[in-house]
């Protein structure tokens, strides 16, 4: 065996770790659960899977995970023990209902793999009953704060170019603008970065409080250069209303241009996850169960350049990721010229 895998000394002996899946799902979910399992196993931990969450928590629905039971799912998109979202957790008796069957199963620390919400459980729940856990940030949209990078955006990223570019192939042949709806909820994540990458006219995100005049220019400035098809990008909780709202305003701004709508919506969500983010799924994986047996808890592993690294659950759920403005300014410059 390797010197370096040897010379990693446990802290905390946890004779049974959990993992479950809790909140949206994202691509690459799968390929963190399997690092778990394996992780587990390699440091002689047994490893329980949950289903669905806080609900398989409380309804008791928990599966050994040897190393072989996470063969064949690391390609695999969604998250085979399933997710949900559980509104029993939010009671203190739904907590003591998943303690109770955790116990029964021997689980004396848990990995959760979800968003803010999913962090925010966990932390109450290691309040009230003790069990320690460590998050591992998986969401399509980047706006966890600790992290550089969230499990599953940069698959949903891939997703959103591929049917850019597609829309691009129709909007030229009939010299149509497009304006396509993308997930990210408060944040630009996706939006910024896809349309970067896919050569939007124009991004609308919820950060840059964007005008319709602002929109309107932009569509007037790429016709005056010469381009006769044009792609807006816009995030799904822009200021400035739905995308609908957007493309029904420009309409009646440019009565002559052929104006259409596309929401990509939850194919964003979907698919096999990218080379990223099963490499990030598989160090997140490692990275929190190797946590846990070195004494941490209430905290969610992250990455920061190309470190992993631990931020408290407090901080993680109470900040958002800040757009880098740098990023807001190079989309600017390539699209207004
Ligand atoms: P995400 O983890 O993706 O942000 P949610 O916000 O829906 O998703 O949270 C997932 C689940 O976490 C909820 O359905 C609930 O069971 C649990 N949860 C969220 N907030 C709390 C809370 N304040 N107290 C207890 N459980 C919570």
Redesign the pocket.
């Known amino acids: 065996m390797n010197r370096s895998l040897e010379s990693f000394e446990n802290i905390t002996k946890f004779k049974t770790i959990g993992v479950f899946t809790?909140?949206?799902d994202s691509p690459g979910m799968n390929s963190a659960v399997r690092a778990v399992a394996r992780t587990c196993a390699f440091h002689g931990v047994q490893c329980i899977g949950i289903e669905q969450?806080?609900?398989g928590m409380i309804e008791n629905k928990m599966i050994p995970l040897g190393p072989r039971d996470v063969s064949n799912i690391v390609h695999r998109g969604g998250t085979f023990l399933r997710?949900?979202?559980?509104?029993?957790?939010?009671?203190k008796s739904?907590?003591k209902q998943a303690f109770e069957n955790l116990k029964k199963h021997g689980v004396e620390a848990l990995v959760c793999i979800?968003?803010?919400?999913?962090?925010?459980?966990?932390?109450?729940?290691e309040q009230e009953f003790g069990i320690p856990t460590l998050g591992i940030p998986?969401?399509i949209d980047n706006d966890i704060f600790g992290t550089d990078f969230t499990l599953g955006y940069d698959t949903a990223l891939n997703t959103v170019v591929e049917a850019v570019d597609k829309i691009r192939d129709t909007a030229t042949s009939h010299d149509r603008i497009f304006f396509v709806e993308v997930m990210g909820r408060d944040a630009g994540f996706i939006a910024l970065n896809a349309g970067i990458a896919s050569g939007a006219t124009q991004i609308l995100i919820p950060e840059t409080q964007d005008t319709f005049e602002d929109v309107f220019s932009a569509l007037e400035t790429a016709r005056k250069n010469g381009k006769t098809s044009s792609i807006v990008l816009v995030s799904e909780k822009d200021e400035l209303g739905s995308v609908f709202d957007i493309a029904k305003e420009a309409k009646n701004h440019f009565p002559d241009y052929d104006i259409r709508v596309t929401v990509l919506g939850h194919i964003q969500r979907g698919g096999a996850p990218s080379c990223l983010d099963r490499v990030l799924g598989a160090r997140f994986g490692v990275a929190a169960v190797e946590g846990l047996l070195q004494g941490r808890k209430n905290q969610m592993v992250g990455v920061k350049g190309q470190d992993i690294s631990y931020t408290d659950f407090d901080k993680a759920v109470k900040q958002h990721n800040p757009l880098d403005n740098s990023m807001v300014r190079v989309a600017k410059i390539l699209a207004g010229t």
């Open positions: 809790s909140g949206g969450g806080y609900r997710t949900a979202r559980c509104k029993e957790f939010m009671e739904g907590r979800g968003g803010d919400g999913s962090f925010t459980g966990a932390n109450i729940f998986g969401t």
